[in-house]
């Protein structure tokens, strides 16, 4: 396949910016909320969803918890108890599958524009679905598909805060008119706009994926 971004959507762009989680690795919160309300967790809701979490998650996707401090927080903080395991997999319950398309994509447009990741992630997600992409598609990281990824607990910064897009455009010397940023949470395509960036909302909720946004 010959990918293309849609020009009437889209008519002058040089660089692309994704999201990972809901834009190409498919996730679903509210299984995480299952899983943890099924460990005994009641409003799970109120502390992390697509919109807003609170600060024991902010600060894992930043890189201020480890792994370790986190699990021991959420079970002083969740419920008392929980082992390391279950934490995990409650946390990695979210995580789906990355269609095949999608990593056609990434080969294919990586010729055509500049393209770079940038996710509000975290160590015991990055360690699960890297694994994932190893065993169900031969490589092991987002950046072996694009010029470079920026994943929030590594760089310390997240979305929607301006700090990380500009980080993106001043390293990498990009023109932000010329740059679109596709994110699934609205409040992060405001973010992306503050600073001057293309921005799209991919609808995942009514079914929109990202490769609509390309012809083939």
Request: charged content about 25%; aromatic content about 12%.
């Amino acid at each position: 396949m010959n990918f293309k971004l849609r020009t009437d959507l889209f008519p002058s762009v040089e660089t692309i910016i994704f999201d990972l989680g809901g834009v190409l690795l498919n996730i679903d919160y509210y299984l995480t909320q299952n899983a943890f309300e099924q460990l005994g967790v009641l409003h799970f809701d109120q502390a992390y969803s697509q919109a807003k979490q609170s600060s024991l998650f902010d600060d894992l996707e930043t890189g201020k918890l480890n792994p370790d401090q986190f699990r021991d927080e959420a079970r002083r903080i969740l419920v008392p108890g929980l082992s390391n395991k279950q934490i995990d997999s409650a946390w990695n319950a979210m995580l789906l599958d990355l269609p095949a398309i999608r990593v056609q994509l990434l080969k294919n447009i990586r010729n055509k524009y500049r393209t770079f990741l940038l996710s509000n992630t975290n160590k015991i997600h990055y360690d699960a679905y890297t694994k994932y992409l190893e065993q169900a598609h031969g490589f092991v990281d987002f950046a072996e598909l694009m010029e470079k990824q920026y994943l929030s607990f590594q760089i310390g910064l997240r979305k929607p805060n301006a700090d990380c897009f500009q980080l993106i455009l001043d390293e990498n010397k990009l023109n932000p008119n010329t740059t679109l940023f596709i994110d699934d949470s609205i409040q992060h395509v405001e973010g992306a706009k503050a600073v001057g960036l293309q921005a799209y909302h991919l609808n995942v909720l009514n079914g929109e994926k990202v490769e609509d946004l390309f012809l083939t």
